[in-house]
């Protein structure tokens, strides 16, 4: 009997949901294109997560678009052009390369042992290729010269070969560099967040598992800025009671891959993620995926230990999917960024790129000031002493520095002596305080979560396979069916349709085959409902609209057909509906 996982891999081949792109010329791995409803799936997706993470909290988290291609100097200061490398390994007979970890991992869990390679270093992994024996799958040749490889795809900026730019690697990078904008907009007053919704492209070595590893691929992320001596997050409220399935750094450095389940609150109090912002952003993905379909059972959040993680986290944990055709899969990554990012982008731009806190205190402290001493000043140099005092205003720092390691210091043609400055020591109370703000990153990959969701919907009865999409991000919420191909349906019909249309609802139409043929057809792509004009429409101006999952139908008036989708979209169903509005409920069909 076939799986879910391959039926769900037929509907989306045969029905266009996606496809490799570039077929025409063979292909090329890591690339795929979105068909009419898989366009459709991924905006639903994307438009839930809009809805999930960013329209409750709109106080609080803005959205912005940065570009897909940046210079240079970013990920100099990113860090990804020195640690964003995969290792890379060479067949010396045929010199096909692979990714080494991948690599070994497959060949060892052919052999029926599980290691966890990611993370480990080149000599590690050498020593594992050599003890056992690992050779090119391809030829059986022996394997060698690894090293690292860079995954960032490189451009050229302009008609300039020097003026290099990459295809950033993730979006968070867009948000980092527009931090001081943002910060402004926002009031300047953490807790913030900024998500990014788009494109990014990563060269990876061999990508050969469909949407789970692509060369382009989307992300949704937030990255969330607070002050790190204030953590708490004002909406753990919401999550504190609910309950993840977590496998805790301290739990994964013993090798255990069963989580554990607790509440964020005790994840919290346990010390098992950094603080209330991680935990709240746990919570939330987790509730995300299980409206999309995926129960919590088939839910964990794994902790990565500290070589696995990426150079700029602290803590991350990956929230993994079990997924029938490729095991456990990670849908979002959560790190804890720290100040990495902001103070390296501070480091490489000469932005200061802080926040002001007010001191609980108020500190006092003693500092040096150096003042201009006119008299003296005029005695040297008579009329000119207004500019003189002006450029020693603009340069009282170094004069402070300057002078104290010397008897003068020259500013262009003016020579400061000792005599023409005044040096006080002062007190001076501070109310406030620059920091670096600290970061939360929710990072989501929308192509993942397109194939989860579509795994995830399929259901398999005898007489058909079908798609039990969520009603708010399945491609189509509606098919409009005259029950045979006659005018007196088809006009009725073409109308419903339109006024769906208008109303903004994604629907079909259709007048091909058999009425049975075209349920089927509906079901398949995970349409939920059916609207068909039959016999008594022309007769009572009423339809049937029929249930995809339940196949139960109810009979309408046709101006109802705008407003009974918009309910089951919303998450009504139609015996509920139905009843509340004294319609006729028919059997299932
Ligand atoms: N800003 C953090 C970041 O990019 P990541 O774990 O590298 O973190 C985030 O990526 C998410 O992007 C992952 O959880 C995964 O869902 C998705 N992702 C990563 N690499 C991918 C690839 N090659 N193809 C498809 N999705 C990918």
């Given at each position: 009997m076939a799986s879910r996982a391959d039926v769900a891999n037929d509907i989306a081949n045969r029905r266009g949901f996606f496809w490799p792109s570039f077929e025409i010329y063979g292909g090329v791995g890591g690339f795929y294109d979105y068909g009419p409803l898989g366009v459709l799936l991924k905006d639903n997706i994307v438009d839930k997560w809009r809805r999930t993470f960013v329209l409750p909290y709109q106080d609080l988290i803005v959205e912005i678009e940065s570009p897909i291609i940046m210079p240079r100097v970013v990920f100099e200061a990113s860090g990804h052009l020195e640690h964003f490398t995969d290792f890379i390994i060479e067949c010396t007979s045929c010199g096909r390369r692979y990714r080494a970890d991948q690599l070994i991992e497959e060949e060892m869990s052919r052999r029926g042992l599980k290691v966890r390679v990611e993370g480990l270093g080149e000599d590690e992994m050498m020593r594992l290729i050599r003890e056992h024996g690992i050779r090119c799958p391809a030829c059986g040749g022996g394997l060698d010269n690894i090293r690292r490889f860079n995954l960032l795809f490189q451009t050229f900026i302009g008609p300039y070969s020097d003026n290099i730019g990459y295809l950033r690697p993730e979006t968070a990078q867009g948000m980092f560099v527009a931090f001081k904008r943002v910060a402004g907009l926002m009031g300047r007053r953490p807790p913030f967040g900024v998500a990014q919704i788009g494109k990014v492209a990563r060269n990876e070595i061999s990508p050969r598992q469909g949407l789970i590893r692509l060369r382009e691929f989307s992300q949704m992320e937030i990255e969330m800025f607070i002050d790190p001596q204030q953590p708490r997050c004002p909406l753990i409220g919401?999550?504190?009671?609910?309950?993840?399935?977590?496998?805790?750094?301290?739990?994964?450095a013993r090798g255990m891959e069963e989580p554990v389940t607790v509440t964020v609150r005790?994840?919290?109090?346990?010390?098992?993620?950094?603080?209330?912002?991680?935990g709240f952003f746990l919570a939330l993905s987790q509730k995300f995926m299980e409206e999309l379909g995926v129960p919590r059972d088939s839910q964990k959040f794994m902790a990565k230990l500290p070589h696995e993680r990426a150079h700029y986290s602290t803590q991350t944990f990956d929230h993994l999917v079990y997924t029938e055709r490729f095991g456990w899969i990670e849908v979002s990554g959560h790190a804890y960024r720290g100040d990495y990012d902001l103070r390296r982008h501070g480091v490489y731009s000469g932005e200061e790129?802080?926040?002001?806190?007010?001191?609980?205190?108020?500190?006092?402290?003693?500092?040096?000031?150096?003042?201009?001493?006119?008299?003296?000043?005029?005695?040297?140099?008579?009329?000119?002493?207004?500019?003189?005092i002006r450029r020693?205003?603009?340069?009282?720092?170094?004069?402070?520095?300057?002078?104290?390691?010397?008897?003068?210091?020259?500013?262009?043609?003016?020579?400061?002596?000792?005599?023409?400055?005044?040096?006080?020591?002062?007190?001076?109370?501070?109310?406030?305080?620059?920091?670096?703000?600290?970061?939360?990153?929710p990072s989501f990959g929308i192509d993942r979560i397109v194939y989860v969701a579509l795994e995830y919907a399929v259901r398999m009865e005898s007489g058909r396979n079908f798609l039990a999409f969520?009603?708010?991000?399945?491609?189509?919420?509606?098919?409009v069916l005259p029950i045979v191909r006659r005018d007196v349906y088809i006009g009725i019909a073409r109308d419903i349709f339109r006024s769906l249309s208008m109303a903004g609802i994604r629907a079909a139409y259709d007048d091909d085959g058999s009425i049975g043929h075209r349920y089927l057809k509906f079901d398949e792509v995970g349409t939920p409902l059916a609207i068909t004009v039959d016999e008594r429409t022309p007769r009572d101006g009423t339809v049937t609209v029929r249930d995809r999952d339940t196949r139960i139908q109810i009979r309408i008036p046709v101006d109802k057909a705008v407003d009974i989708v918009r309910a089951v979209i919303s998450g009504r169903n139609i015996v509920e509906l139905a009843r509340a509005a004294g319609y006729e409920v028919v059997a299932q069909r």
């Open positions: 919401e999550a504190e009671s609910y309950e993840v399935n977590i496998v805790s750094e301290d739990m994964a005790e994840a919290v109090e346990r010390g098992i993620v950094v603080n209330e912002w991680m790129l802080i926040l002001d806190r007010r001191l609980e205190q108020p500190r006092i402290v003693e500092e040096r000031r150096l003042y201009p001493n006119p008299g003296k000043i005029r005695e040297v140099y008579g009329d000119r002493v207004g500019e003189v020693i205003d603009e340069n009282r720092d170094a004069l402070l520095e300057g002078l104290t390691s010397a008897d003068m210091v020259k500013l262009g043609d003016i020579t400061v002596t000792r005599d023409m400055v005044i040096v006080r020591s002062e007190k001076r109370k501070v109310e406030v305080e620059h920091y670096v703000p600290h970061v939360v990153e969520p009603p708010e991000i399945a491609p189509l919420k509606v098919a």
